[in-house]
């Protein structure tokens, strides 16, 4: 059975940072297909960044900002998130697919089968 556990949500100023971590049990972590995904209120949740095996790519509206990143030796993904705006509020999950092969959407969220409970992110200007 696959879980996915997250941490590091919080609530900060406009311009701070926090970083994310998602335990993985049941996954393993190393030359996978994970992603990180937000969901504003009333908007669609969406991709952040994405690892898939080796290749990080990160949307548009928090590139150079975010970076996602691994620590196999815990199985852990993570998402170092610095100068933080009030738009990335949200809440974040980490996601991972089980099938990595292929061609396939990697920032839509329909494409992974495992999700973490979220986090929540607040940031204030």
């Known amino acids: 059975q696959v879980q996915l556990v997250e941490s590091g949500g919080g609530s900060v100023q406009a311009g701070g940072s926090l970083r994310h971590a998602c335990v993985a049990s049941?996954?393993?972590?190393?030359?996978?297909?994970m992603g990180w995904f937000r969901q504003a209120p009333g908007k669609e949740r969406e991709g952040v960044a994405v690892?898939?095996?080796?290749?990080?790519k990160s949307a548009d509206s928090v590139k150079g900002r975010f970076t996602i990143s691994q620590d196999n030796a815990k199985n852990t993904l993570h998402l170092q998130m610095n100068s933080l705006k009030p738009e990335d509020t949200g809440m974040y999950y980490c996601?991972?697919?089980?099938?990595?092969?292929?061609?396939?959407?990697?920032?839509?969220?329909?494409?992974?089968?495992?999700w973490g409970q979220g986090t929540q992110v607040t940031v204030s200007s």
């Open positions: 690892s898939i095996y080796s290749t990080r």
């Open positions: 049941g996954y393993i972590v190393r030359n996978s297909c």
């Open positions: 996601a991972a697919r089980q099938e990595c092969g292929g061609r396939w959407a990697w920032f839509r969220q329909t494409e992974y089968n495992y």
